[in-house]
């Protein structure tokens, strides 16, 4: 099923073209956004059930960017009628345009709008309202106390969280319509031994509805049995390994490691080591890097929050670092072509160069001949975080679990917890095999430094590489 419109977008429409319609009458170049968005979260654990309503996928308004000859204003509201057009017209000419004084401020040209008009939908199997809130917890009941059943388990966390948005683009060519929904789920699975707690975290997303919580359900089993495992685990000694890792792991790397290097935005602050590289070989020969929306994944839609069509970015093809992401306004202080990265994290909010599913095309290998390959290594799995520095291309992250692998065998031992960290393009350049299946999560979500949230997915295939763990 497609998903559907949005009422309060397709009532007030006829507005919002009349109010662009009054600001090309002084501005080369006008434009609107307009945001309909609803999103719930749901979890169960020892501690009971919880149901909300997200504020950062909930928010219903708009936001109006104009070219006054050199720069742009925004202006950003909730209230439409035509009376408030004539007052937004107003304000923009009288108030916003003239703001900052005599602060210098950068020139742009005026942006291409070439013609496009559609109206698109995502699909989905089940709607997470038409299904409810108490079918949903008592699914999350389930799966909580299917994980609860072995006494060494302390708790059984479980959730899901979905978002359904509606956007219309306008401009004087312009005309675009989207809704989406995506739904995601995760488990969070604490192991108890005397005074030591192990925790284990596992979840899935996709691009549709909460059909997801069967894929949760049926991930408990395991996601238990890896919580006790690792009551066993062990600190790792400090060195370089020969690693696999598994496509979640490939996905934090993917994601820290280069997707924050390629955010044009940082070019133009010259922030960003990567700016010095194109052209160059920054990988094996065997990584080819994406962005955008080649796959179906949470971050997943046909217009950015600029109106510029969504598009597949290839980061790095064969090795060479090709093309960074940009949303429209890096492009133009860059001379670059807009690659359909322009997101916000709300309405109310600035326009910033994000990823959306970032990942490594796989390989050809076989993950069982990864494995066999390695006389004295490790098995990657389970990343919990992630630090970049794009300016020095440093990358730090933490990894749950490391299993052993010996004489082309694993061993059972686990060491936990990993610190991954090197140089961004010595990794890259040492991976030597590729599985040849890949897999993105889009559970998270991405901070630009440490605000402006937007939803993203990551992943890839398995990969081996030379890794410093500690």
Known sequence: MKVKDSNYIRENKPLFKELVSEL??????????????????????????????????????????????GCYAEYSGNEISETEIDKIVKFIKTELVSMGGDIEKSQYPVPTDEPVTFQKSTDYEIDPVELGDEAIIEKLTAVHKQGMKDERILNCGVMCQFQKYSKLFLSANKDLEQNVMWASGALFVNSKRGDEVKEYYTSDSNLGGVEILDTILSRVDDAAHVAIELLDSEPIKPGVYECVCDPATTGMIVHEAFGHGVEMDMFVKDRALAKKFVGEYVASALVTMHDGNAVDQTATYFFDDEGTVSSDTVIIDKGVLVSGISDLQSAMALGTKPTGNGRRESYKRKAYTRMTNTYFEPGKDKVEDMIASIKDGLLLENPESGMEDPKNWGIQCMVNIAREIKDGKLTGKIFSPIVLTGYVPDLLKSISMMSDTKKLDGAGMCGKGYKEWVKVSDGGPYIKANIRLG
Do not use: C, Q
């Not at 002084?26 to 979260?41: C, E, M, P, Q």
């Not at 909300?52 to 219903?60: N, P, Q, S």
């Open 24 to 69: 090309l009458k002084d501005y080369k170049y006008a434009s609107v956004l307009v945001n309909d968005s609803f999103g719930k979260s749901y979890s169960v654990s020892k501690t009971g059930a919880n149901v909300g309503e997200r504020g950062i996928y909930t928010a219903k308004g708009f936001v109006v960017k104009v070219y006054d000859g």
